[in-house]
């Protein structure tokens, strides 16, 4: 028992010391929630309400550090949408309930500072751009000339975040706005926001 937790601790240690060095690689986990900016009500002129959805992400992260100053790019895999429903007096209204629901592939890359600079501990602020990436789609829709086809396989967006380090485990908070995900020569627009959670520990 005793050498099993000399053991840990020399573990702990060593990710420690490796997660100060100038390019940290880590792993990380988390969740989301997900809804859908459209142009639905606009289009078929009646109102609409957009919820959310909430699902999980977990990929990779490498940090590249130079004093404050920090470059961060990133891979995970996500699971991304929100429903779209009418309201009203529904005797009158078009049937438009429209489910998104796709899984993605996220590869931000990140430009950060740290405000809090220590070496056990920092505070982060970042932004930059994301390349999504749609590796499977569900996409269910009531309104008829809207199609599963009209998705984009691959469409940008931005994130902009906030993040503490703790040694070697950090902790991430952050809001995603995409471009327009459904294609161009459709009359209809949807844009994805999606606020994110999670957490990672920095292997090296």
Same mark, same amino acid.
């Given at each position: 028992m005793k050498k099993l937790t000399i053991t840990i601790l020399l573990i702990v240690l060593q990710l420690a010391l490796w997660s100060q060095g100038a390019i940290n690689i880590g792993i990380k986990y988390g969740a989301n929630s997900s809804s859908m900016l459209?142009?639905?009500?606009? $289009? *078929?002129?009646?109102?609409?309400?957009? +919820?959310?959805?909430?699902?999980?992400?977990?990929?990779?992260?490498?940090?590249? %550090?130079?004093?404050?100053?920090?470059?961060?790019?990133?891979?995970?895999?996500?699971t991304k949408g929100g429903i779209i429903k009418p309201i009203g007096d529904m005797s009158v209204q078009i049937p438009s309930v429209t489910n998104f629901e796709y899984q993605t592939i996220d590869v931000p890359l990140l430009l950060g500072f740290k405000v809090i600079c220590r070496e056990l501990i920092n505070l982060r602020l970042?932004?930059?751009? $994301? *390349?999504?990436?749609?590796?499977?789609? +569900?996409?269910?829709?009531?309104?008829?000339?809207?199609?599963?086809?009209?998705? %984009?396989?691959?469409?940008?967006?931005?994130?902009?975040?906030?993040?503490?380090?703790?040694?070697?485990?950090?902790?991430?908070a952050r809001i995603e706005n995409s471009a327009n995900v459904l294609a161009n020569e459709s009359k209809y627009s949807a844009a994805n926001r999606v606020y994110l959670l999670s957490a990672g520990i920095k292997l090296f």
């Open positions: 459209t142009n639905f009500d606009e $289009v *078929l002129v009646q109102n609409i309400e957009e +919820s959310n959805i909430t699902s999980y992400h977990a990929g990779a992260f490498v940090r590249i %550090n130079a004093g404050r100053i920090f470059i961060q790019p990133e891979a995970y895999f996500n970042y932004a930059g751009p $994301v *390349l999504t990436y749609v590796t499977a789609n +569900s996409l269910y829709s009531e309104i008829s000339d809207l199609r599963n086809s009209d998705l %984009n396989q691959r469409y940008t967006g931005w994130q902009l975040g906030t993040g503490i380090d703790i040694w070697f485990i950090t902790l991430d």
